[in-house]
């Protein structure tokens, strides 16, 4: 057998493009490669802050992601993915400008849990910014535009901390607020069968938002766990 050569690097299937922030990222958070059983290609998108790409929209950015990820694949990786879920609104034009599959957004899984859900029930998405998600991120991830939205905005430590991109994070207080979050929207929408967590770093409070409320919860790592199975299929 001959090797085949061609990538500048190897063994990483999935490159992620990776927002510009010093917050800390936990075991459980995308950008944690300890968060993965396989390895990840990061790079880092320069000038593309929490609050720029949340809450403005990502005003100007588009083409400094085109080029990261283009970037990526040049450097070998099959498959891209963003941490963050905001960034659903560049899906079209990142697929198109890289030639490779592209899953900008943990909210792409929306209509797949729909599918999986007996009939009077739906998904229910978490976000970290309820205010700023607009129908056209909801859109440009395939999401049904009458699906029920929660935000940890109101709570005291986890989107204050994240999108402020502050150096210290209290993990309990941000699991709290992503716990009450995800109570408070099931309790206003009872046909709520499933939770889809928009935003990256809720990961590592995925497992309490589950016991909290009962519901299967479905965020980025089980959406990027799934995309690699395709891009790189398991050898039996």
């Known amino acids: 057998m001959k090797a085949?050569?061609?990538?500048?690097?190897?063994?990483?299937?999935?490159?992620?493009?990776?927002l510009e922030a010093r917050f800390p990222r936990i075991a459980g958070d995308m950008g944690n490669a300890t968060s993965w059983d396989f390895p990840v290609?990061?790079?880092?998108?320069?000038?593309?802050?929490?609050?720029?790409?949340?809450?403005?929209?990502?005003d100007g950015?588009?083409?400094?992601?085109?080029?990261?990820?283009?970037?990526?694949?040049?450097?070998?990786?099959?498959?891209?993915?963003?941490?963050?879920?905001?960034?659903?609104?560049?899906?079209?034009?990142?697929?198109?400008?890289?030639?490779v599959p592209v899953a900008t957004s943990s909210l792409m899984q929306t209509a797949m849990v729909n599918a999986l859900l007996p009939r009077g029930k739906r998904a229910g998405i978490l976000t970290i910014s309820g205010s700023t998600l607009t129908p056209a991120h909801l859109s440009a991830a395939g999401v049904p535009a009458d699906t029920p939205v929660g935000s940890t905005e109101g709570g005291r430590e986890?989107?204050?901390a994240?999108?402020?991109?502050?150096?210290?994070?209290?993990?309990?207080?941000?699991e709290a607020d992503n716990v009450d979050a995800a109570k408070a929207l099931v309790a206003a929408h009872p046909d709520i069968g499933a939770l889809v967590l928009e935003c990256t770093n809720m990961g590592?409070?995925?497992?309490?938002?589950?016991?909290?409320t009962g519901l299967p919860v479905f965020s980025i790592l089980n959406f990027v766990a799934w995309f690699q199975a395709g891009l790189s299929p398991r050898r039996f």
């Open 41 to 58: 290609h990061y790079k880092i998108v320069r000038g593309a802050s929490p609050d720029k790409v949340v809450r403005r929209n990502a």
């Open 4 to 18: 085949q050569g061609g990538k500048a690097v190897y063994g990483a299937s999935v490159g992620i493009l990776m």
């Open 162 to 174: 994240i999108l402020g991109n502050e150096l210290e994070l209290d993990t309990a207080a941000a």
């Open 158 to 160: 986890f989107t204050r």
């Open 61 to 99: 950015l588009l083409p400094d992601f085109i080029a990261a990820a283009q970037e990526l694949v040049a450097d070998g990786v099959d498959g891209i993915t963003t941490n963050c879920g905001f960034l659903s609104i560049f899906q079209q034009e990142i697929a198109e400008a890289v030639g």
């Open 204 to 212: 590592p409070y995925a497992p309490a938002i589950r016991a909290a």
